[in-house]
């Protein structure tokens, strides 16, 4: 006898070897569910196919999961099970499915994950930046101004950044994470569990010189963003401003060297720059 609703599943599947399935995601794709919902149906069936799955797949996209998601909340409550997968990787994570878990979770139905592989934490663990704390921003905009005020919103964070980002536009984002963040550690992963698995490690600047000396930039990219360098305390960023100033730099462009040099947020040093010039040009009250 079939239980009142059926039980929804979020299963994580390799982000590149196929080895990385876990024996419980196969047990429940291949057992437990009667539909498996997926943002590709041609990727997904590669990988069922691969592992002798034969199952009924639904496309469940950014473009059709409003719709979508109603109507498999409508199987799982015939009592049927449905399993959410992505291309890779664990569901949700940056990829669709909130709709749907949304609804599901609204009809009363049962969430079950099955946890896996994830390009974000597969990254950060490798990095050898600071694990204790961090901060998953998904996709960087692919706009200049949006993703430079992304950064720049981004510069007082203490803890250590992930994000994702296309080899289309990784060039670009490096220069916006020097001029936003300035001076930081940084690790650059690329095709992750897969044959051409390679890690970069250095500045912005470092990595963007390493990669447009390349014909061409191929693969997933997750990027992994170290807590700002910290400077010695002698390192006064308006002392620096000052000494460039004398040397003939305008202001801005002594600001933004300042910056990099001392591996800090452009908008920091400005910011002090302009408390510094409010309080000397301030009146005094009684």
């Known amino acids: 006898m079939k239980c009142l609703h059926g039980i929804l599943y979020l299963v994580a599947t390799p982000i590149g070897n196929l ?15 009667a539909v498996v919902a997926c943002e590709d149906t041609r990727q997904t069936s590669k990988l069922l196919q691969h592992f002798e799955i034969r199952k009924p797949l639904l496309a469940c996209h950014e473009h059709n999961e409003q719709a979508r998601a109603q109507e498999l909340v409508e199987i799982l409550n015939r009592g049927d099970s449905v399993a959410l997968v992505s291309d890779a990787g664990t569901p949700l994570i940056s990829d669709p499915g909130y709709r749907l878990v949304a609804a599901a979770l609204a009809a009363g139905i049962t969430i079950v994950p099955i946890p896996g592989p994830s390009a974000a934490l597969a990254a950060l663990a490798a990095s050898g930046l600071p694990t204790n704390e961090f901060r998953f921003i998904g996709f960087l905009p692919p706009k200049q101004t949006a993703r430079r005020k992304v950064l720049a919103a981004l510069a007082a964070e203490s803890a250590t950044l992930v994000a994702y980002e296309s080899p289309h536009r990784i060039l670009e984002s490096l220069k916006d994470i020097e001029t936003e963040l300035g001076t930081r550690p940084i690790v650059l992963a690329r095709e992750l569990t897969k044959i051409h698995e390679e890690f970069l490690r250095g500045s912005a600047a470092e990595i963007h010189a390493v990669l447009s000396a390349r014909d061409l930039i191929k693969g997933e990219i997750t990027l992994v963003i170290g807590r700002a360098v910290e400077q010695p305390s002698e390192s006064d960023p308006l002392e620096e401003v000052a000494h460039l100033e004398a040397q003939g730099m305008d202001r801005m462009q002594a600001i933004k060297t300042a910056a990099k040099r001392l591996g800090l947020p452009k908008r920091e040093v400005y910011r002090r720059a302009a408390e510094q010039g409010n309080s000397r040009g301030g009146t005094h009250r009684d």
């Open 19 to 33: 080895e990385d399935i876990t024996l419980r995601a196969i047990r429940i794709l291949r057992d437990e569910v």
